[in-house]
């Protein structure tokens, strides 16, 4: 991995005895898109919101682009884009008024052509009002003035959510390419298909706290198989009780399928023993692999 731009240690938020996050850590390398996944509730906002200094946390700390994310907070607000989950400008704003005083807040000067460029690519008329538009055209807003200062880090928050499939794939080509040039990306979607389209690695969070950090092909090609197994006799759910198998259920007659993580051999032993008719051993997909880890 390169040299970090974000790097979280220990980072917590308690809104009085309620759990935000907890003891949350990982590091994203220079260049990299990373994701960052779990249903909505889970913790990803949060810790956003605590790396963006939206809000104080309760204990640990922070780095990015080598930078205290509190002390120096204004520098990488500076040098960062952001698009929230919740898309919203000035209501009584044009387009094009919000956007060109997001570019003088960048020190751009207009940024004319750079508006034009980005707009052009989502279809945003620059003529509307901020408060007359739909939550997809919000939404794209949000996504240009993000990338108006050509950003060293882009942090998105479930950013597809309002547009439409053609807009999603604008964005996503928009991503890759702002990334070729060197912008590290920190992608948060509960959407794993965008995840596993777009990221390299991936953290999974649950309930507050970090259950996994892991390659997302390493994710898919380690040892947790989806297998369906059907048995020439009488087998009940209590049989399959062997380490390694979980999320077992019950097909038609004597026919199971289950997730297993371990050696093969040692479940093909086991199963034999039991005279198989069928063993069927699958790859599971990311959305499987994740909710396996959720379950947990």
């Known amino acids: 991995m390169n040299a970090p731009v974000v790097e979280i240690t220990e980072l917590s938020k308690f809104y ?16 990299e898109i990373f994701g960052f996944i779990g249903p909505n509730g889970a913790g990803k906002s949060t810790t956003i919101r605590l ?3 939206l809000i104080f946390p309760t204990r640990g700390s922070a780095r990015i682009m080598g930078m205290d994310f509190i002390r120096d907070a204004k520098k990488i607000k500076s040098l960062t884009g952001y698009v929230p989950s919740d898309a919203s400008a000035y209501p009584d704003m044009t387009v094009i008024e919000f956007l060109t005083y997001c570019t003088r807040f960048f020190g751009m000067g207009n940024g004319e052509a750079r508006i034009r460029e980005l707009s052009d690519l989502f279809d945003l008329d620059l003529k509307r009002k901020i408060s007359g538009l739909s939550m997809g055209n919000r ?9 108006l200062h050509h950003p060293e880090l882009l942090i998105v928050d479930e950013p597809t959510t309002g547009l439409d499939p053609l807009m999603q794939e604008n964005f996503f080509e928009l991503l890759r390419s702002e990334n070729r040039r060197g912008m590290t990306v920190f992608f948060s979607s509960h959407v794993l298909s965008e995840v596993q389209m777009l990221c390299k690695r991936v953290a999974i969070i649950k309930e507050g706290r970090i259950v996994r950090i892991e390659d997302i092909e390493t994710l898919r090609s380690r040892q947790l198989k989806k297998i369906q197994a059907s048995f020439e006799s009488h087998v009940t759910q209590k049989d399959l009780d062997l380490e390694g198998i979980s999320e077992v259920k019950a097909g038609a007659g004597s026919s199971f399928s289950f997730m297993w993580s371990g050696d093969i051999n040692a479940l093909a032993s086991f199963l034999a023993s039991r005279k198989m008719l069928n063993l069927t051993i699958e790859e599971p997909s990311l959305e499987e692999i994740f909710m396996h880890y959720y379950r947990q």
């Open 16 to 31: 009085g005895k309620v759990r935000g996050i907890e003891n949350v850590s990982l590091e994203i390398g220079e260049g």
């Open 51 to 53: 790396l963006l200094n």
């Open 139 to 147: 939404k794209k807003v949000s996504i240009v003035q993000s990338l």
